[in-house]
């Protein structure tokens, strides 16, 4: 997930933050305060905001240097791990949550889930949970996704469901179910071209296609009349740890 360090700053001023209901669809689900909270791949923070609401004790594990950095300084009550979710060790007794937001897809697919319920403890609670971006103008998403296909023909997008089945078909968990939050974000010309800079998609690509694509990109918003309007779909996937093996 280093790939992010170079725009650490640039990702935590564009990318849009989370619901803060999710905190509370944590502790309903978990059935009350958790012992603990640990966050995989916390970034600079943009999920913390709202695992911090949740006031119990919180460890963030990040890999890169420069995002761990800026976590650090957000927030100076977390604990701030530097490292994998592969090399990570969980704490003694497993987790009370652990949380993943828009991180899973970077985590090992062979073992992320048993990775997860093996850091939890028993009976605790799986939160995965991210953003969909579309746009609330089907022309305006057309007209994007004829842009970046002219550019790159092999961008895909995978479903908007995906860590969703990915959960359920691992049988990990157990009571997986998800919860589904939307609403609509204005963004300006800069603003929509600053979060796009953030993508790793576009951050994988090499420079001059990175240049052709915000080029491109830009002549569209203005043809929108400066601005976009996204369709934000945020769904939190929650699942349960039943008693590990071999456990009485």
């Given amino acids: ?95 009370g949550v652990l949380a993943c937001a828009m991180a899973w897809h970077w985590l090992d697919p062979a073992t992320r889930n048993s990775r997860a319920r093996q850091a939890l403890a028993p009976g605790g609670t799986l939160a995965v949970f991210g953003h969909r971006y579309d746009y609330a103008d089907a022309d305006q998403r057309d007209a994007v996704q004829a842009v970046l296909h002219a550019i790159d023909p092999t961008v895909a997008e995978r479903p908007a469901d995906w860590f969703h089945r990915d959960i359920v078909e691992q049988g990990q968990f157990d009571d997986v179910h998800a919860v589904v939050l939307r609403r609509h974000l204005r963004l300006d010309k800069e603003r929509y071209l600053g979060l796009i800079r953030t993508f790793g998609p576009y951050l994988s690509r090499p420079p001059e296609q990175q240049r052709r694509g915000l080029t491109a990109l830009g002549r569209l918003v203005d043809d929108f009349g400066g601005s976009v309007v996204l369709d934000l779909r945020t769904t939190l996937v929650l699942g349960r740890a039943g008693r590990r093996d071999g456990a009485r």
Avoid: N
């Fill in 1 to 95: 997930m280093d790939v992010f360090g170079p725009v650490a700053d640039l990702y935590e001023t564009t990318r849009p933050g989370y619901p803060p209901e999710i905190a509370d669809e944590i502790v309903a689900y978990h059935g009350g305060t958790p012992a603990s909270v640990v966050e995989i791949g916390a970034g600079t923070g943009k999920a913390t905001e709202v695992l911090a609401r949740i006031d119990a004790p919180l460890t963030c594990v990040e890999p890169d240097a420069k995002m761990a950095t800026l976590l650090a300084s957000r927030f100076p009550e977390a604990e701030i791990q530097r490292s994998t979710f592969e090399e990570w060790s969980p704490p003694a007794g497993g987790a």
